[in-house]
Nanobody, 126 residues
């Protein structure tokens, strides 16, 4: 059973940076980062498949970078130029299926992922 443990959430000023990490155990085909703000639905932020292909939600393109270190079994989300609208609980997720992920596509939706971490809070103040 794959387990996911996120860390790295914090409170920062607008324009700041954070790096979220997600330690995972077991093999995964596709992984992603999601976020959920109070009163809003969970939305996909970025995804990466086992080929290393990535995709991003439009509002984070050019500011966020998803990456994975297979040797360390760790997923990362580098977040730069953070804005107050980025405030949310961020979740790491893993899927058993190989999903098509490409620069020109939107990240797969939450329903495509079966395993979830507990979340880490990111708060950006203006």
């Amino acid at each position: 059973q794959i387990q996911l443990v996120e860390s790295g959430g914090d409170s920062v000023q607008a324009g700041g940076s954070l790096t979220l990490t997600c330690a995972y155990s077991g093999a995964t085909a596709t992984m992603g980062w999601f976020r959920q703000a109070p009163g809003k639905e969970r939305e996909a932020v970025a995804a990466i498949n086992r080929d290393g292909k990535t995709s991003y939600e439009d509002s984070v393109k050019g500011r966020f970078t998803i990456s994975k270190d297979n040797a360390k079994t760790t997923l990362y989300l580098q977040m730069d130029s953070l804005q107050p609208d980025d405030t949310a609980m961020y979740y790491c997720a893993a899927g058993h299926e190989y999903l098509v992920v490409a620069e020109y596509t939107t990240p797969p939706p939450p329903a495509a992922f079966q395993i979830w971490g507990q979340g880490t809070q990111v708060t950006v103040s203006s």
